[in-house]
Every structure is written in structure tokens, then in C-alpha cells.
């Protein structure tokens, strides 16, 4: 049974554990629990454990590797005795120690580690917020096992145990426990280590023992006098589950690609968290850290929201223990288009739970992404499903977007954008439709034309046409399609087919340019006209490895980057322009003039 299976049967176990924290909360008056943050943790837990898949050969193919040749001693008997066992976990608890350590010592191991104390909250799912990325570098800590001949199965049992461990200690429902948080990582204990405040930061490493940390000196009682503040010092304001894994990493890089120094470009990813370059801390300084302005990060959530939060969530949580339960047996191929799908439905979750899109457009995402996933798997019936209910969830979510202009006055003023949108959007569905029915490529191209149309006219709503606005980037763009137009003339594209498709790559190609002189005229007025940009881009790029797929040569996995940069192209198209919209200013009417007082002259 693999680490991921068996995390699946505990997850009952971690979900009942949970509900039942909460429930001590609510009878003592505290809310234990906050549904989006909650959801993020978790979300970030369930992105750990399926990416695990692919981290396998780093976790525990070094590890062996190193075993097989490099072990000093080796007794396997020895380590199966239930002696053995202990000591390896005491082993293995040592290790931990020291890469807990350096996870808040060394700026690019805190980098990975970061992602655990992200949640300003401190309770059950916060156990399960884990990063992702850890496993690049935290194997080398664990060597010194493989040098002692602890046998693979052996570290592997042990570093579960020693993980699942670690789940009770996130809680702010069990008080002190006398004695056991002498000798033993407690909820006490490990609250300390989660907190921010001065006396607090840096200590009690222990993942099961806490008597490393009395040895080595980080060990640290908790002060009832000084409650616990919960976070980073560098707050994530964010629910996106890949940001949370790539903040830290950014500032970094950002700090060594700005210092002037060569030695201070590696340094930053070597030196404690919080350090920066001189030359990087005079020209980008960053405020100093102050615990009394951490303010709490908890976007609004209406009812609707919360209770598709936590469909969603609940529905992420099958999938994931299905794609964890059959993950080994599948093709690499296959493995990795699964976890795709999953990714795409976390952000998408994500920002919906943030406000950073809607219902609609969350679920527009995930359709395109199982469109993807079920065409390249040759999933038909469930391909004919997901296809057009992507388009479909777009239409809802601009239609949605039409009933809250509308409710508060903006409607009329941007009532033509919304209309070609919806038309645009239309013609895309159809187009998706047909080209899924044989025999009907010619119509689909139609109704992607009078789709691209549609978006030409949408695109040039209060700017200038490409060749006033954006001469070099309509140049550039037709340039571009001219070329694919002779490359697919050249490759074998029929005779009754030139024209159409001559028609078709040169509205693609003015859409594209027009998207781009929209963003370059109204980039700072107006939100979402980069993604708008993009999303055009996208588009010509799709169709462009449609065409080469299906008139010059096949495409390895075609179905996967035509399917992918359509939907992509697709929901940055809506998003932007739904941002835009969302902008416009309200019309408010004009007082009447007023009327003379009576019996008065003017």
C-alpha cells in the first residue's frame, strides 16, 4: 500500500478529529474554524499530497539509491526488530529536527516551508497546509539514515508516523499537559512555533520529541500572558493554493535579480528569511514588521458562496483520493493530466472563494479543464458533456454579470459590450458543438468566424481600430498569420478549404490585434485589458496547432494544447472583460432644472 492510499483511509479520521475541534469551540463560545481559510489549508494539503506522485524519486528514490550503495551498516533484521523500529523513528525525529530548523534559518528551505504557516488561524486544518515543493531539497537531511542502513520500507513508515503525529498539535482546544509537554511536541508546544511574536519566533522545532529543541537550545514555553499571533511575517492575503507555494520563491528571486552584487544573488537564498541586499533594501524597501497591523485576511462570502465552497471542496476531496488510490498504476502521461485537472478546479476554487471570480466563471474552469482531460483520454461521452458546459458557464457567468449592472445603473452604458459579448460567446459554443459532430468542420468554422467577428467588434468598443492604435502589433500579428496560411497551404490544406480558412485567419488575426490596441490605449484606465490581450493571443495560438494538427502533421497529445490554450483563452477573455465592466462608472441621471417660485420672474 502506498503513502497516498493510506492517507486516504486516515482523511475520515482527519475530517471527524476536525468537526469535532469545532464543536468543543462552539460549546465554549469560540469559532474555532473559518470556512475560507479552512478550505485553503486544506486545499494546499490535498495539492501536497498529489503532487507527492511526482516527487516520489526525490523523497524516496534518492533516498534508496543512497541506501543501496552508500550504507555503512547493513542489518535489515536489525531495523524489523521493534527496537529497530523505535530507534529509526527517534532517527528519523532527529532529522526532522534539523530540517525543521533550517526551514526557518536558510531563505530558500523557509521558502518551501513558508507554505505551513501561511493561515493566520491556528486549528486542525492548519495541520494539513502543506507545501509542495519541500521535497526538492528536504531529502539531503534525511542522507544520514540511508549512510546508517535504515532500510526504505523503514523510512517510509516512520516518516508517516512521525507526520500523522504532528496532526493532533494544531489546536487551540487542548491547554497545557503538564509533564508530556516536557518531553513531547504538544499543542502548547507547537503553538509557539506558529507564532509570530518576537519572544515566540523560532522555536520548538520538535516534530515528536521536544526534548531536541531543550538540547539545542530553541525550546520556548508559552506565556499565557502573551497569546499566540498566527502567521507570517510577510502576510499571503491570498487564497490561490499556487501562489501560497511560490511566494516566498518570488521574493526571492525578485531581491536576486535586483542586487548589483554577485555574491548577494546567492546569499539571499542562503541567509535567514528577512534578509535582503543593501543596495535591494534602499531601492525597494519594504515596511518594518509591526504585530499590531496583521490584519486578518477573510474576503466577504454570501451563503450561495459558502455552500458552493464547500460542494466544491467536498468534491475536490473524491477526486484527489481517487487520483492518490490509482496514481501509481497510471501511465506518467495519463497521471500528469489528472493532476492538471485537479490543479485547475484548487485555483479555480481559490479565487472564487476570494472574489477574484465568480461561481460561474469557477465552474466555466473546471468544465474546460475536464473538456481537456476526457478529449485526450478519448472519454467521449464525458468529453460531449464538459465541451459545451464550459461555454455554457461563461454565457452564465456575463449574463449574471448583466443583471448587477443592471441593478446598479451601469447597464445601459455597457449594455453593447455585454451584447457582443454574449454574441461572441454564442458562436463559440456553437462552433464547439459542430466541430464535435462529423462532417460538420465547415459550419464549426463558420460559427467561429461570426464568433471572432463578434469579438473584433467588442474589442474596438472606444478605441481606435489596430492600425491607428497598435500599427506594429497588427503588422505583426497579420505577419504571423500569413505565414500560418502559406505553412498550411504548403502542408496539405484542401482546395475547398483556402478560402474560408484565408477568411478565418485574418478575423482571428484583427481580433488579436485589436485586443492588443485596446490594452495598449486603455492599460491603467480600465482593469483587465492585459488578460483580455492574452486571452486573443491564446487564441490565434489555439487555433493555429488546430490547424497544423489537422491539415499539416499530427500533434503529440493535440487534443491537450489546442483544448488547454482554447479554454485558457476563453475564461481571460471573460475575466477581463467582466473586470472592465464591473469598472465602468455608474450613470447617475441629471437633476431636472428647477422651477420657478410663484409669482416670481426671471
Request: hydrophobic share 55%; aromatic share 12%; proline share 5%.
Amino acid at each position: 500500500m502506498s503513502a497516498g492510499q493510506i492517507i486516504v483511509l486516515v482523511t475520515p479520521l482527519f475530517f471527524a478529529l476536525m468537526a469535532l475541534e469545532w464543536a468543543v469551540g462552539r460549546r465554549r463560545g469560540r469559532q474555532p474554524l473559518a470556512l475560507a481559510d479552512a478550505i485553503g489549508s486544506l486545499n494546499l494539503g490535498l495539492l501536497s499530497q498529489t503532487s507527492a506522485v511526482f516527487t516520489a524519486l526525490l523523497r524516496i528514490g534518492l533516498y534508496t539509491l543512497a541506501w543501496q550503495h552508500l550504507a555503512l551498516w547493513r542489518n535489515d533484521a536489525f531495523w524489523t526488530t521493534w527496537y529497530g523500529w523505535l530507534l529509526a523513528l527517534l532517527f528519523y525525529d532527529f532529522c526532522y529536527y534539523w530540517l525543521h530548523r533550517m526551514g526557518h534559518e536558510v531563505g530558500v528551505l523557509w521558502a518551501a516551508h513558508a507554505v505551513h504557516h501561511q493561515s493566520q488561524h491556528y486549528n486542525l486544518s492548519t495541520a494539513l497546509r502543506q507545501t509542495s515543493s519541500g521535497a526538492l531539497l528536504g531529502w539531503l537531511f534525511y542522507l544520514p539514515m540511508a549512510l546508517a542502513g535504515v532500510p526504505p520500507l523503514v523510512f517510509v513508515v516512520v516518516g508517516l508516523i512521525d507526520l500523522l503525529y504532528q496532526f493532533w498539535v494544531h489546536t487551540e482546544q487542548v491547554g497545557r499537559l503538564g509533564w508530556f509537554d516536557r518531553w513531547f511536541c504538544s499543542p502548547s508546544n507547537h503553538r509557539v512555533h506558529h507564532a509570530v511574536n518576537d519572544d515566540y519566533l523560532d522555536k520548538n522545532y520538535g516534530g515528536i520529541l521536544i526534548v531536541w529543541d531543550r538540547l539545542f537550545g530553541t525550546f520556548k514555553d508559552e506565556d499565557p500572558q502573551q497569546p499566540c499571533v498566527y502567521g507570517t511575517r510577510g502576510l499571503l492575503n491570498s487564497w490561490d493554493p499556487l501562489w501560497a507555494n511560490v511566494q516566498v520563491y518570488a521574493g526571492l528571486a525578485q531581491d536576486s535579480w535586483r542586487t548589483r552584487s554577485l555574491a548577494d544573488k546567492l546569499r539571499v537564498w542562503l541567509k535567514p528569511p528577512g534578509w535582503r541586499p543593501q543596495d535591494v533594501a534602499r531601492s525597494h524597501p519594504k515596511p518594518a514588521f509591526d504585530i499590531n497591523d496583521m490584519p486578518l485576511f477573510s474576503p466577504p462570502m454570501g451563503r450561495a458562496l459558502r455552500v458552493f465552497a464547500v460542494l466544491q471542496f467536498a468534491a475536490l476531496v473524491a477526486g484527489a483520493a481517487a487520483f492518490l488510490w490509482t496514481a501509481e498504476g497510471l501511465p506518467w502521461q495519463q497521471a500528469a493530466l489528472w493532476f492538471g485537472v485537479l490543479v485547475a478546479c484548487q485555483w479555480a476554487l481559490g479565487a472564487a472563494t476570494q472574489g477574484r471570480i465568480g461561481m460561474a466563471q469557477a465552474l466555466m474552469i473546471q468544465a474546460g479543464a475536464l473538456a481537456t482531460a476526457t478529449a485526450a483520454l478519448e472519454l467521449r461521452e464525458w468529453h460531449l458533456l464538459f465541451k459545451p458546459l464550459a461555454l455554457i458557464f461563461a454565457i452564465t457567468s456575463v449574463a449574471a454579470s448583466a443583471c448587477q449592472q443592471r441593478a446598479v445603473g451601469t447597464f445601459d452604458h455597457q449594455s453593447t459590450s455585454t451584447r457582443l459579448l454574449l454574441c461572441a460567446l454564442a458562436g463559440s459554443l456553437a462552433g464547439d458543438v459542430l466541430l464535435m459532430l462529423p462532417g460538420r468542420f465547415l459550419p464549426g468554422l463558420v460559427a467561429f468566424l461570426l464568433a471572432h467577428l463578434a469579438y473584433l467588434a467588442l474589442f474596438r468598443q472606444g478605441v481606435p481600430w489596430a492600425w491607428h492604435g497598435a500599427r506594429v502589433a497588427l503588422l505583426a500579428v497579420l505577419a504571423f498569420g500569413a505565414g500560418m496560411y502559406a505553412f498550411l497551404v504548403q502542408g496539405g490544406l484542401p482546395a475547398g478549404l483556402r478560402l474560408p480558412v484565408a477568411a478565418y485567419v485574418l478575423a482571428i488575426a484583427l481580433m488579436a490585434a485589436q485586443a492588443l490596441a485596446r490594452h495598449a490605449r486603455l492599460r491603467g484606465q480600465v482593469p483587465g485589458t492585459l488578460a483580455v490581450a492574452v486571452g486573443a493571443a491564446l487564441f490565434m495560438l489555439s487555433d493555429t496547432l488546430l490547424a497544423i494538427n489537422r491539415f499539416v502533421q499530427p500533434l503529440p497529445w493535440s487534443q491537450v494544447w489546442v483544448l488547454s490554450t482554447y479554454f485558457a483563452a476563453q475564461a481571460l477573455i471573460v475575466a477581463g472583460m467582466l473586470r472592465g465592466l464591473a469598472a465602468a462608472p455608474v450613470a447617475t441621471p441629471e437633476p431636472a432644472p428647477a422651477k420657478p417660485a410663484m409669482g416670481l420672474t426671471t
